[in-house]
């Protein structure tokens, strides 16, 4: 079992900048792709980033590329998603996810965090 605890969310102008965490605890070893979801009110769950554990890789929703960054601290378990240049359209309930492989597709993705609200006003 892995757990995943989201912190960083909150309300912000346009344009600003927030810097979601999230910390991850149990089996980690066996989940070593750590990704970014959203969901806004009646809309699917989507992917916002994803990064491998080792080596590097990433990958990033299209909306998305040139304003936020995934990272992650291997030796605090913790991921990171800085986001800049926030638009109202980034609005939405932001999760932090644990799972095997580097896909965008949720069902690829066995542990969730309880998410953590983001809202850009205009």
């Known amino acids: 079992q892995v757990q995943l605890v989201e912190s960083g969310g909150g309300l912000v102008q346009a344009g600003g900048s927030l810097r979601l965490s999230c910390v991850a605890s149990g089996r980690t070893f066996s989940s070593p792709t750590m990704a970014w979801f959203r969901q806004a009110p009646g809309k699917d769950r989507e992917i916002v980033a994803a990064?491998?554990?080792?080596?590097?890789?990433?990958y990033y929703a299209d909306s998305v590329k040139g304003r936020f960054t995934i990272s992650r601290d291997n030796a605090k378990n913790t991921v990171y998603l800085q986001m800049n240049s926030l638009k109202p359209e980034d609005t939405a309930v932001y999760y932090c996810?644990?799972?095997?492989?580097?896909?965008?597709?949720?069902?690829?993705?066995?542990?969730w965090g309880q998410g953590t609200q983001v809202t850009v006003s205009s």
């Open positions: 990064m491998r554990r080792s080596g590097g890789a990433t």
């Open positions: 996810a644990a799972g095997t492989a580097l896909t965008p597709f949720r069902f690829d993705y066995n542990y």
